[in-house]
């Protein structure tokens, strides 16, 4: 039987209540993170889950990418 080697190998097991486990998977849809793994330690380590939207930046893109054909375009001729 081969031994898996992990970086972290300390386990925590906690125990909630049904509401308690509600409002965790609710901050964890709101903070956009799917596995609590991840979610918890980053509350444990941080205090607090950092909520990153990227919208604007799409929007930002798509407006650049819209001035690098009219450029390509005029270029051309």
Do not use: C
């Not at 980053?42 to 607090?48: A, D, N, P």
């Not at 919208?55 to 005029?74: M, P, T, W, Y």
């Amino acid at each position: 039987m081969d031994i898996v080697k992990r970086e972290r190998y300390v386990q925590k097991i906690i125990r909630l209540t049904p509401t308690e486990n509600n409002y965790i998977k609710n901050k964890m849809d709101n903070a956009g993170r799917k596995n609590f793994n991840a979610f918890a330690l980053e509350m444990l380590i941080q205090g607090q889950v950092t909520i990153v939207d990227f919208k604007s930046l799409s929007d930002l893109k798509i407006a650049i990418d819209r001035v690098g054909k009219n450029v390509n375009q005029i270029a051309k001729k």
